[in-house]
Nanobody
Framework: QVQLVESGGGLVQAGGSLRLSCAAS????????LGWYRQPPGKQRELVAS???????KYADSVKGRFTISRDNSKIAVSLQMNSLKPEDTAVYYC??????????WGQGTQVTVSS
């Protein structure tokens, strides 16, 4: 069973930076995109950023200009550089690997807390 292992969450002051990383423990076929989602307290999970198999990037409006998603093409790995963090960025962040057939893969989630 392939797992997505996340790292890099934590507590940071507003205006600070964090980098989230995620890597798959094995091979995943027919990948459509890699991405990050987040779930703020009491809210639904939402897309933060994604990068397709051909390198097209998509960002939520709330993070454009502050967050950057990147992938390691030598393995199944994706990172999210988060700058100028705001208290409203506080959430559990989940790594996602979307596939063309079958069930998508999800990480276990990592907590990001931004203090004001």
């Amino acid at each position: 069973q392939v797992q997505l292992v996340e790292s890099g969450g934590g507590l940071v002051q507003a205006g600070g930076s964090l980098r989230l990383s995620c890597a798959a423990s094995g091979t995943i076929y027919s990948i459509k995109s890699l991405g990050w989602y987040r779930q703020p307290p009491g809210k639904q999970r939402e897309l933060v950023a994604s990068i397709s198999s051909i390198g097209s990037r998509k960002y939520a409006d709330s993070v454009k200009g502050r967050f950057t998603i990147s992938r390691d093409n030598s393995k199944i790995a994706v990172s999210l550089q988060m700058n100028s963090l705001k208290p409203e960025d506080t959430a559990v962040y989940y790594c996602n690997v979307a596939v063309n057939w079958g069930t998508d893969y999800w990480g276990q989630g990592t907590q990001v807390t931004v203090s004001s």
